[in-house]
């Protein structure tokens, strides 16, 4: 190996990746298979089962996490891909045991059935309402144009969305 | 092996040592859907993702330099309107952010959204290896299917893009999201009042209709050229039927978006 490659070596350690970031909040440090999915790798490695695999290609979205804030498909990221990142999963967003205002309005619209593409399409709002949080009708599809939902029409969780949207404004003011 | 270099100079060093052994990962969207669906098994992996110089984007008189790992969400953003249309295209909102404008060059798809907006752009490429960086017009960067100018041991370092270039965009495919288009297509006229047609998804590589630009370029772009135009547009292009579309019906459509697009640019 030439010299520039020795300085990038991580410390070997049977081919394990050295990993640091920020899990829901707590910091973790943890050896990691490289060519592990994100999604594998917080499912099977972590037990966060809240985070779906579904399509594998980046269609469907179930499998969404916040890395630094944004909207990622973890399927199609490789672990040490979150080096020194901050990743939030579906699990990181109640607190105290009080749900997120997105949670609490997919509950009471009745916007679940399966629930499968449940805490993909949650992420994915959480990331739109951060960037806009006053989005139009057309913004919001376009903010959740990553995830399909295939047990029935998108009216309830649009309506969900919609309504978290107009109470985390309320709670501003 | 897993690489995560801190700078350009040390990624280079790398993939001059090994070569096809190694797969740069900028975004992951294309090399990691292989993976899972065990196509690919690269061997050893340089991720782009944290070289600060590789993120940056770099303001001229009338041009934008776009560093190799601008992802399609920042493209979004710029007002470079055929190239803001084209990455918004893109997947959903989670690809688009880790997607980027120099891996969907890399990938070279005939479908690539944002190849098109640049072919039409006049954009420039800069690959760089340990040997030093070269610069080409992205026309002269795809050779084939899926095939490019890039040598084993380079990278894309910047997209060289005009900002003074009038243009307009659209994609037509079988939804409204998550599209991978039957054709896309962008048109662009240069301060020079030049027209440039760009065209993916209807031949081995997006690509640009010179015979339709030297016909416009010679008649002049006005509501009788347009049709004519249009017309030389479906003669050059050369579809394949796949599971998208028959190759009939993209020679038809794209005549379609090319004439509705300059009629567009000829109002605007």
């Known amino acids: 190996m030439k010299k520039a490659a020795k300085k990038t070596l991580p410390a070997n350690d049977g081919g394990l990746w050295p990993l640091r970031f920020t899990l829901n909040g707590k910091k973790v440090s943890v050896k990691v298979q490289p060519t592990q999915t994100l999604l594998d790798f917080l499912r099977i490695e972590m037990g966060l089962t809240g985070t779906k695999g579904a399509c594998l290609e980046g269609e469907c979205g179930s499998c969404y996490v916040l890395v630094d804030g944004k909207p990622m498909n973890s399927c199609l990221m490789l672990v040490p891909q979150v080096q020194d990142r901050n990743v939030t999963t579906i699990e990181g967003f109640a607190h105290n045991k009080k749900l997120d205002v997105i949670q609490q309005k997919f509950v009471e619209c009745g916007a679940v059935q399966c629930g499968y593409c449940t805490p993909g399409l949650i992420v994915a709002a959480k990331a739109l309402l951060a960037e806009n949080p006053h989005p139009t009708r057309e913004e919001f599809l376009v903010g959740m144009e990553g995830n399909i939902c295939r047990c029935t029409g998108y009216n309830k969780i649009l309506r969900a969305c919609e309504l978290a949207a107009d109470e985390m404004g309320l709670q501003k003011k | 092996m897993f690489y995560q270099p801190k700078n350009i100079q040390e990624a280079l060093g790398l993939k001059a040592e090994l070569k096809q052994r190694a797969t740069f990962l900028a975004g992951g969207t294309d090399i990691v859907v292989l993976m899972n669906h065990g196509k690919a098994a690269p061997e050893n992996f340089i991720d782009l993702a944290h070289i600060p110089e590789l993120q940056a984007i770099?303001?001229?008189?009338?041009?934008?330099?776009?560093?190799?790992?601008?992802?399609?969400?920042?493209?979004?953003?710029?007002?470079?309107?055929?190239?803001?249309?084209?990455?918004?295209?893109?997947?959903?909102?989670?690809?688009?952010?880790?997607?980027?404008?120099?891996?969907?060059?890399?990938?070279?798809?005939?479908?690539?959204?944002?190849?098109?907006?640049?072919?039409?752009?006049?954009?420039?490429?800069?690959?760089?290896?340990?040997?030093?960086?070269?610069?080409?017009?992205?026309?002269?960067?795809?050779?084939?299917?899926?095939?490019?100018?890039?040598?084993?041991?380079?990278?894309?370092?910047?997209?060289?893009?005009?900002?003074?270039?009038?243009?307009?965009?659209?994609?037509?495919?079988?939804?409204?999201?998550?599209?991978?288009?039957?054709?896309?297509?962008?048109?662009?006229?240069?301060?020079?009042?030049?027209?440039?047609?760009?065209?993916?998804?209807?031949?081995?590589?997006?690509?640009?209709?010179y015979k339709a630009e030297k016909f416009l370029a010679k008649n002049g772009l006005n509501a009788g050229t347009i049709q004519q135009a249009a017309d030389i547009v479906r003669g050059e292009i050369k579809p394949i039927t796949d599971h998208r579309a028959s190759a009939d019906y993209k020679v038809h459509l794209s005549g379609v978006m090319v004439r509705r697009l300059l009629e567009n640019l000829v109002k605007a």
């Open chain 2, 58 to 209: 770099h303001r001229h008189n009338s041009t934008l330099e776009l560093a190799g790992n601008v992802t399609h969400a920042q493209a979004g953003k710029l007002p470079i309107r055929c190239l803001a249309q084209a990455s918004l295209s893109v997947g959903g909102p989670g690809i688009r952010e880790l997607g980027t404008l120099a891996g969907n060059l890399a990938t070279a798809s005939p479908a690539g959204d944002g190849s098109t907006a640049l072919l039409a752009l006049d954009a420039e490429v800069e690959l760089t290896s340990v040997r030093g960086a070269r610069r080409m017009p992205l026309d002269k960067f795809f050779l084939d299917y899926r095939r490019t100018m890039l040598d084993d041991d380079e990278m894309i370092t910047k997209i060289i893009v005009p900002t003074n270039y009038k243009s307009d965009w659209a994609k037509n495919g079988k939804r409204g999201a998550m599209n991978i288009s039957i054709v896309a297509t962008a048109v662009a006229i240069t301060p020079k009042k030049e027209v440039r047609i760009a065209l993916a998804s209807v031949a081995a590589t997006p690509i640009r209709c």
